[in-house]
């Protein structure tokens, strides 16, 4: 079982790697999330590595914005062993980014609920791109 921790080294902060992910990444829309993926060939600290964004345009207020982003955060961090087990024993890492496109506040459990059809997605996505 991995340890539901969420360390730095789990945030994608390097220019360059975000430069790769949102230059080379797919996308795909799950309400009310846009994820772009891409694959980094290089292996790292952690299997996967995330960004999190939240409008300005959407949300004025720090705090609103703050606070989507723990709950993105949390719900990532408590299931993320989704996406990271059929990463564990490969060279690569994956690269996501998870942008936040509604205009109102959701629950943590409707976030939940999207967090993990995303990763269950990337999961298939993963798996397909390995045969």
């Not at 790697?17 to 980094?40: E, H, M, R």
């Not at 964004?53 to 705090?63: D, G, L």
């Not at 996406?83 to 109102?104: C, G, H, P, R």
Request: proline share 2%; net charge positive; glycine share 2%.
């Amino acid at each position: 079982m991995i340890k539901q921790t969420f360390k730095k080294g789990e945030r994608l902060h390097s220019k360059k790697l975000i430069d790769y992910l949102f230059g080379n990444g797919q996308s795909f829309f799950i309400y009310p999330f846009k994820v772009i993926f891409a694959k980094w060939p290089e292996k790292r600290e952690f299997p996967a590595e995330i960004l999190i964004s939240v409008s300005k345009k959407n949300f004025k207020h720090a705090v609103k914005r703050n606070k989507i982003k723990r709950l993105i955060r949390e719900a990532y961090r408590r299931n993320k062993e989704i996406v990271w087990e059929t990463m564990q024993n490969k060279e690569t890492t994956l690269l996501i980014s998870f942008i936040y496109v509604a205009d109102n506040v959701l629950s943590y459990e409707e976030i939940e609920k999207k967090i993990i059809l995303i990763l269950q997605r990337l999961k298939k996505e993963n798996e397909k791109a390995d045969r």
